[in-house]
Nanobody, 116 residues
């Protein structure tokens, strides 16, 4: 079992920056991939960025060059540093952990609102 807790959401102006954190606890050694997803009202939950336990990072095209995903293994925490934020980045952001086998885990979500 893995428990995920996100933090760092909030209100930010267009062009601003925000950093999200997600800390995992429990059987963290079983996690193969950790990722950030986002979902806005009326839309599906989409992948934003993911980082692989054995190396490698992916980003969705819309955030490339603006967002950076990173990991602090000692703290079992991943981060999503978001820059040059746009109103269309407004969404609930969810932390996701995929184990090497079995069902994935989700955090409770943290709201990001980009507005002037």
């Amino acid at each position: 079992q893995v428990h995920l807790v996100e933090s760092g959401g909030g209100l930010v102006q267009p062009g601003g920056t925000l950093t999200l954190s997600c800390t995992a606890s429990g059987n963290v050694d079983e996690i193969g991939i950790m990722a950030w997803y986002r979902q806005s009202p009326g839309n599906q939950r989409d992948l934003v960025a993911r980082i692989f336990a054995r190396g490698g990072i992916d980003y969705v095209d819309s955030v490339k060059g603006r967002f950076t995903i990173s990991r602090d293994e000692g703290k079992n925490t991943i981060y999503l540093h978001m820059g040059s934020l746009k109103p269309e980045d407004t969404a609930m952001y969810y932390c996701h952990a995929a184990p090497y086998s079995g069902a994935p885990y989700w955090g409770q979500g943290t709201q990001v609102t980009v507005s002037s």
